[in-house]
């Protein structure tokens, strides 16, 4: 295992990485990304070079898992909805008449009236 693998793994990356192998390809992960095919490519080369060892190989006009990215993607592929799931999470407060949901962000925690 890379020595950078535990300390540096972003959750951006399996997420892209996960997409990638569903889809077959750069471009239709990119567009179920909503990202351009260069950021999902260097976010792959980001992943590859986290992990230090090949996780997709080129056949033909898409792309096939190495038997690493195969363990990688059965790894991922439960747990992403999980820390989706725990970065939004639903509040609601016994005395509250209203709901609220909580969404966690990078850039902080944001609180935003859940709509009824």
């Known amino acids: 295992m890379h020595m950078n693998y535990g ?15 569903e889809a077959g390809g750069v ?5 179920r990304l909503y990202l351009t095919q260069p950021a999902v490519s260097a976010a792959l080369k980001r992943l590859r070079q986290a992990v230090g060892a090949p996780l997709l190989a080129r056949r033909g006009r898409g792309l096939v898992l190495t038997p690493r990215g195969q363990r990688l993607l059965e790894c991922a592929r439960p747990h992403l909805p999980a820390c989706q799931a725990a970065a939004t999470r639903h509040v609601t407060r016994p005395d509250a008449a209203q709901s609220w949901t909580t969404m966690v962000r990078r850039d902080g925690l944001i609180v935003r009236p859940r709509a009824s």
Do not use: G
């Open 7 to 21: 300390r540096d793994l972003d959750l951006n990356l399996l997420r892209v990485f996960v997409v990638v192998a």
């Open 27 to 31: 471009t239709a992960a990119a567009a």
